[in-house]
């Protein structure tokens, strides 16, 4: 999470809490010409599109009083989804005994895409269970992560 993800985050995660949600992540980037601030939410319950309606009225004049971000974004508040990006360690805590998709910018055992469940991470690296062989991946070679979703049949 970038310096200014953090301090949006601090500023809008009692807020959201206060609404009966929890924060999963919050993202600014950039997609062609436009900027854009997602903030992901979750709860017990599914997450509806009165829910991001209700947390986006909340948060949008906060975060002009705020002023974060000089210029223009689009603000989207949504669920994070079944396959969830995965950039903190509480997010990779969460994702312990669960199978996870690992972009590296380095080949890993032939593979630049390694899927496999989550058994531990460190400050330095993480371990995939591929196909019963434990996989240690250095954190400084991961460009992206994500939950995989397993559809039952």
């Known amino acids: 999470m970038t310096s200014l993800e953090t301090k949006i985050k601090e500023v ?3 807020v959201i809490n206060d609404l009966g949600f929890k924060v999963y992540d919050i993202i600014y980037e950039k997609e062609a010409q436009d900027y854009y ?3 992901f939410i979750e709860k017990d319950e599914v997450i509806s ?3 991001c309606a209700l947390v986006s009225q909340t948060i949008d004049p906060i975060l002009d009083e705020n ?3 000089k ?3 689009l603000l989207e508040v949504s669920s994070p989804g079944l396959e969830r990006r995965i950039r903190d360690d509480a997010q990779l805590e969460r994702a312990i005994n669960s199978k996870i ?3 590296t910018y380095k080949k890993v055992n032939e593979d630049k895409v390694l899927i496999g469940n989550l058994i531990s991470f460190s400050e330095s ?3 995939l269970d591929i196909n019963n062989e434990n996989i240690e991946i250095d954190r400084n070679n991961i460009s992206t992560m994500k939950t ?3 559809w039952e049949d």
Do not use: C
């Open 49 to 51: 599109s009165d829910d």
């Open 125 to 127: 690296n993480i371990i």
């Open 37 to 39: 601030l997602r903030v």
């Open 148 to 150: 995989v979703y397993e």
């Open 12 to 14: 809008l995660e009692p």
């Open 71 to 73: 210029g223009s974004y």
């Open 101 to 103: 998709e690992v972009h």
């Open 67 to 69: 002023d974060f971000i």
